[in-house]
């Protein structure tokens, strides 16, 4: 049957022009990579073959022997790579290959930086390696057929890389892609079988099929690689550098990974996992909606990409595979959320993940540092997510501390508490919008006075994780912006008693200042936490706080309006000075203005920022005169 031609000449998307330009620009020089690149995805069309083919075994069209095949010609100057796996029709091809059908097309283009190594790793983590091939090619042929469609319905794409490429309806009887690479004219190297044989043994391994080519010196196909997956191998039969290679194939990565894990599981239910730490955070790491990580095969036969049921959200930044020897063939996702099995998998797969993880944190200090400038905001999440292992997770958690009053992330839980004054019975820490607003908080004045260290939270998940995390190896967790600090015991006498006579003296002063304020306020009461600020606000103990309120408004969320205490210095000018005030608008201005300082100093917004600079600059001309 003879089909009738139907091509079109169509442009690319401004993306994909943008990309093909970074491709060509940030990665020659590691060219060889398009050939990696090119055999994973045939690869993934083969695996995506044998599971469509679990449901409908004729689509594998009398041919189940799957395989991919590199060759090349030296005289008409190509690199071909063939695979017989499940193909594209013609929608499919203009979807994948003419644009970037991909949510975070967007998100991906804004995170390009003009440093050509960096975008280069993210080119990966993207997953658009197809466009690599014009590394080393000055034109592109990609002639495919989807398993299951008639010969008829063949697809030829074919571009030089520029703003356009052609697109044509041809008859192919074999299911499958094949692209063809026209190399360019300084790309002699790669029209050589060893230098290919070479890419193919370095970089594609481990891939699960054969890849096979062309004998040097007989005319038969030979089967170039070991052809059987790596993670089902005894780990001291594979090389770190296999290990690595396996990674940039399941992540998309350029990079290698940070660390990895490898167990093989036997007995009532027999499975293998191999998961690997990224060294960067992917671009789209705080889409908590979009499926990450782990691919799930059932006796080596690829059944899912990002098997969410296999690792919680915490740590959704972990790549690799699991493998079951009892699952179902045909399992689905709606099988695998009730599915005890797999139940059994995900809670060993945490295990291992964060025993990775205190590996790290112990033995490679430097290694684990990485990490938690990379990912420490995301396994922030893990306490609330998983109650099971909280304790684990809080020690793998760093913070920054007045201990060295750097923004540095890393103190540990276990070395606050170790440093901790005799008679000091909580953990302090305070959270704020940033780091410098946390280190300069009015808060802080009690316990650098004291010298007791205070934790320094300025992550927006932090008052969160608070929130769900409230002791550590029995020591309760406290916000020094809230309730009661606890501080009696490191109180001397003398101290008490001077509050205590201050609390009193000025009990007309906190009375007048909450007529003034009104509703703003549930209190005010003579402070102990401040020795140089005038006031500042507390919330009670369960109560939201300020930043987190405004990070909740500003999310649109409705938050439920909760009036602070003001706390007063009663050793400062400014309030000595309010207390002898006898102009009753002049006391009002004052109160108002020492209420709208500490609302600033914690982060929050005025409701009338024009009534504070007026009442301010009244009072400033006041003093002057």
């Known amino acids: 049957m003879t089909t009738e031609t139907h091509k079109e000449t169509l442009g690319f998307q401004a993306e994909i022009q943008q990309l093909l330009k970074l491709m060509i620009h940030s990665l020659y020089s590691n060219k060889e990579i398009f050939l990696r690149e090119l055999i994973s995805n045939a690869s993934d069309a083969a695996d995506k073959l044998r599971f469509e083919a679990l449901t409908d075994n004729a689509l594998y069209e009398g041919d189940s022997d799957l395989k991919i095949s590199v060759s090349f010609d030296k005289e008409n100057r190509t690199v071909t790579v063939t695979d017989n796996g499940i193909g594209m029709n013609r929608n499919e091809v203009m979807e994948n290959v003419g644009t970037i059908a991909k949510s975070g097309t967007r998100q991906f283009f804004e995170s390009l930086t003009g440093d050509q190594a960096k975008d280069a790793r993210m080119i990966g983590q993207f997953g658009v390696g197809f466009y690599s091939a014009f590394i080393v090619a000055d034109k592109v042929t990609l002639t495919t057929r989807r398993a299951g469609l008639g010969a008829e319905h063949g697809v030829r794409w074919e571009s030089g890389g520029e703003g356009t490429y052609t697109l044509e309806t041809v008859d192919k009887p074999a299911r499958g892609t094949e692209v063809v690479l026209h190399l360019r004219s300084d790309e002699d190297e790669f029209l050589d079988g060893h230098r290919l044989r070479h890419i193919i043994h370095k970089y594609s391994d481990h891939i699960p099929l054969p890849i096979v080519m062309k004998a040097q010196d007989k005319d038969e196909n030979e089967t170039v690689n070991r052809a059987s997956a790596l993670w089902a191998r005894p780990k001291k039969e594979i090389s770190n550098e296999e290990y690595t290679e396996f990674y940039k194939h399941v992540s998309h990565d350029f990079e290698e990974p940070l660390a990895h894990v490898h167990s093989r599981v036997e007995g009532n ?77 995900r809670a060993a797969s945490v295990k291992k993940v964060l025993g990775l993880l205190e590996e790290l944190a112990k033995n490679d200090k430097e290694k684990y540092a990485t990490f938690w400038k990379e990912f420490g905001r995301v396994l922030k999440e893990g306490p609330a997510e998983d109650y099971a292992h909280r304790e684990r997770i809080a020690k793998l958690l760093r913070f920054a501390s007045t201990h060295d009053d750097t923004d540095a992330q890393d103190v540990a839980l276990e070395d606050y508490i170790a440093r901790m004054k005799e008679g000091q019975g909580k953990i302090y820490y305070i959270t704020a919008d940033s780091f410098a607003a946390a280190k300069h908080s009015p808060h802080l004045e009690i316990f650098r006075k004291k010298g007791i260290e205070v934790l320094l939270l300025s992550d927006r998940v932090d008052e969160w994780l608070m929130g769900h995390f409230t002791e550590f190896e029995g020591k309760p967790l406290q916000s020094i912006a809230k309730g009661d600090l606890g501080l009696e015991a490191l109180e001397d006498q003398e101290e008490k008693q001077e509050l205590e006579k201050a609390a009193d003296e000025l009990k007309d002063l906190t009375v007048k200042m909450k007529e003034a304020l009104g509703d703003k306020v549930k209190t005010v009461r003579v402070s102990h936490r401040l020795t140089r600020s005038p006031s500042c606000l507390v919330v009670e103990e369960h109560d939201m706080a300020v930043s987190m309120q405004k990070l909740l408004k500003a999310a649109g969320h409705a938050v439920p309006n909760v009036a602070p205490s003001l706390e007063i210095n009663p050793q400062h000018p400014l309030v000595m000075r309010l207390n002898d005030e006898s102009d009753a608008q002049r006391f009002t201005d004052w109160t108002h203005i020492l209420f709208d300082q500490a609302l600033l100093n914690e982060g929050g917004q005025l409701d009338d920022p024009s009534a504070f600079v007026q009442r301010l600059n009244e009072l400033l001309v006041t003093l002057s005169k």
């Open 269 to 345: 239910q027999s499975y293998t996992t191999l998961f690997y730490v990224p060294k960067r955070a992917p671009f789209d790491l705080w889409d908590r909606d979009g499926r990450h990580g782990i691919k799930l095969y059932v006796r080596r036969v690829f059944i899912m990409d990002d098997a969410e049921q296999l690792m919680p959200n915490y740590l959704r930044f972990v790549r690799g595979v699991a493998d079951s020897d009892d699952l179902p063939l045909n399992v689905s996702r709606e099988i695998l959320q009730r599915n005890k099995q797999i139940d059994t998998i």
